[in-house]
C-alpha cells in the first residue's frame, strides 16, 4: 500500500524562487528519502534523513522531518531551470523485511 | 562508468509473449530490486534480492520471475504478457538491505504490450 503522499501533485515556478513540497506518511518509519527523477530516467537519490534527525541540508537542498505530524518537507532554495523534475519522498520502514515504498511525486517545473 | 544498467531500454511485444529483462550493478551492492512504475509514475517494488536470496516479493503475478545468477546481477522473465504490464520497470540496487543506504536506480525498460 502508498505510504507516502506528496502535496502538491504539481508546482510551476520561476528561475531564483524557492521550492517546497512536502510529503505525509502514515506508519512509523526508519528513515525517509527524497529522490529526483529527470524525464525518461531513473530515480537519484538527493537526501536520506533518519526518523531521530530533524534537519538535514545538502547544497541548495534542505529537507525537514517532523516524525509527530508524520510529515516531511523539501526545500529547493534559488531554483534553475535544470531542477525541472518529478521529485518523490519515499519510507523505509519494515525491520528486517526492509523496503521503501514511494508516493506518487510532485511535478516541479522551473521556468527561465 | 554506468553503476545500474538494465537492457533492453525500450521493449515492445505482442499479448502473450514472454520476455526477459536484464540488470547489472558494479556498485558491489549486497541488495538489488525491481520497481515497477505505472503511467501515473506510481512506483511499486516488486522484489528484492540480498545476495542473491529473495527477501521480498510483493503480490505480484507469478508470471513474473525474478533470477539473481550473482549479487551483481538481478533479471526478470515475464511469462505470458497482458496489456497491464505495460509500464517502465527499474532495476535497483543498494549497499544494504535494512533500509539505512540510498538506491541507485537504472534508467528504467519501457515496456509496451500490444
Known amino acids: 500500500s502508498q505510504q507516502g503522499e506528496e502535496d502538491p501533485q504539481a508546482l510551476s515556478i520561476q528561475e531564483g524562487e524557492n521550492a517546497t513540497m512536502n510529503c505525509s506518511y502514515k506508519t512509523s518509519i526508519n528513515n525517509l528519502q527524497w529522490y529526483r527523477q529527470n524525464s525518461g530516467r531513473g530515480l537519484v537519490h538527493l537526501i536520506l534523513?533518519?526518523?531521530?534527525?530533524r534537519e538535514k541540508h545538502s547544497g541548495r537542498l534542505r529537507v525537514t522531518l517532523d516524525t509527530s505530524k508524520k510529515s516531511s518537507s523539501l526545500l529547493i532554495t534559488a531554483s534553475r531551470a535544470a531542477d525541472t523534475a518529478s521529485y518523490f519522498c519515499?519510507?523505509?520502514?519494515?525491520?528486517?523485511?526492509?523496503?521503501?515504498?514511494f508516493g506518487k511525486g510532485t511535478l516541479l517545473t522551473v521556468n527561465p | 562508468d554506468t553503476a545500474v544498467s538494465q537492457t533492453p531500454k525500450y521493449l515492445v511485444t505482442q499479448m502473450g509473449n514472454d520476455k526477459s529483462i536484464k540488470c547489472e550493478q558494479n556498485l558491489g551492492h549486497d541488495t538489488m530490486y525491481w520497481y515497477k512504475q505505472d503511467s501515473k509514475k506510481f512506483l511499486k517494488i516488486m522484489f528484492s534480492y540480498n545476495n542473491k536470496e529473495l527477501i521480498i516479493n510483493e503480490t505480484v503475478p507469478n508470471r513474473f520471475s525474478p533470477k539473481s545468477p550473482d549479487k551483481a546481477h538481478l533479471n526478470l522473465h515475464i511469462n505470458s504478457l497482458e496489456l497491464g504490464d505495460s509500464a517502465v520497470y527499474f532495476c535497483a540496487s543498494s549497499q544494504e538491505s535494512g533500509g539505512g543506504s540510498p538506491l541507485h536506480f537504472g534508467n528504467g525498460t519501457r515496456l509496451t504490450v500490444t
Open positions: 534523513i533518519r526518523s531521530n534527525e
Open positions: 519515499a519510507t523505509a520502514s519494515g525491520g528486517s523485511n526492509y523496503k521503501l515504498t
